[in-house]
Nanobody, 117 residues
Framework: QVQLVESGGGLAQPGGSLRLSCAASGLTFSFYNMNWYRQAPGKQRELVAV???????VYADSVKGRFTISRDNAKKTLYLQMTDLQPADTATYYC???????????WGQGTQVTVSS
């Protein structure tokens, strides 16, 4: 059974930083393209960043230069380092895994990030 468990969310002040983690189990992690998505209240879920199994990384324009996605295949863990956080980054952040391109086959339960002074 595949499980993706996010952690590291919380409250941050504008300009602050948080680091999200996604621990995976039940899958051959290195084979999967790993994604971070987010969904703010009343808005559609949006792709934040993806780390393809082959090494390519793609970021949403809104987070380029502020967020860094990384993965540790040995630990089966995906990370999202978020810096210079802004209120617009407030959302539930989800980890997702997929095999083909931008497809997502498995999702985590999400972790809440709130940016507020």
């Amino acid at each position: 059974q595949v499980q993706l468990v996010e952690s590291g969310g919380g409250l941050a002040q504008p300009g602050g930083s948080l680091r999200l983690s996604c621990a995976a189990s039940g899958l051959t992690f290195s084979f999967y393209n790993m994604n971070w998505y987010r969904q703010a209240p009343g808005k559609q879920r949006e792709l934040v960043a993806v780390f393809f199994s082959g090494g390519k990384i793609v970021y949403a324009d809104s987070v380029k230069g502020r967020f860094t996605i990384s993965r540790d295949n040995a630990k089966k863990t995906l990370y999202l380092q978020m810096t210079d956080l802004q209120p617009a980054d407030t959302a539930t952040y989800y980890c997702a895994a997929g095999i083909n391109g931008y497809d997502t086959d498995h999702w985590g339960q999400g972790t809440q990030v709130t940016v507020s002074s």
